[in-house]
């Protein structure tokens, strides 16, 4: 049984940093593309980053210098380095598996930057 477990987020001020963590199950992770993506309160669906076999990595402009998309294989698990955050980066953010068009979602982690 598949399963993405998101875990990290919470309350943090402007300029503050937060490493969101996937955890991965049931599956064999090494093999898939893995991605992040989020929705702010309100608003549509937002990819952030994507890291492919190899350790490739891709990031919206929004994440660009910003945000880093890690994967450990060995512990099955994803994560999301984000530093400077902004009030604007607050979101569930989810985790994503990819694989020749299909996605499984985990169920998100809420990351609230306010002061």
């Known amino acids: 049984q598949v399963q993405l477990v998101e875990s990290g987020g919470g309350l943090v001020q402007p300029g503050g940093s937060l490493r969101l963590s996937c955890a991965a199950s049931?599956?064999?992770?090494?093999?898939?593309?893995m991605n992040w993506v989020r929705q702010a309160p309100g608003k549509g669906l937002e990819w952030v980053s994507r890291i492919i076999g190899g350790g490739g990595t891709y990031y919206a402009d929004s994440a660009k210098g910003r945000f880093t998309i890690s994967r450990d294989d060995a512990k099955n698990t994803l994560y999301l380095q984000m530093i400077s955050l902004k009030p604007e980066d607050t979101a569930v953010y989810y985790c994503?598996?990819?694989?020749?068009?299909?996605?499984?979602w985990g169920k998100g982690t809420l990351v609230t930057v306010s002061s």
């Open positions: 994503v598996r990819e694989n020749y068009g299909m996605y499984y």
């Open positions: 049931g599956f064999t992770f090494s093999s898939y593309w």
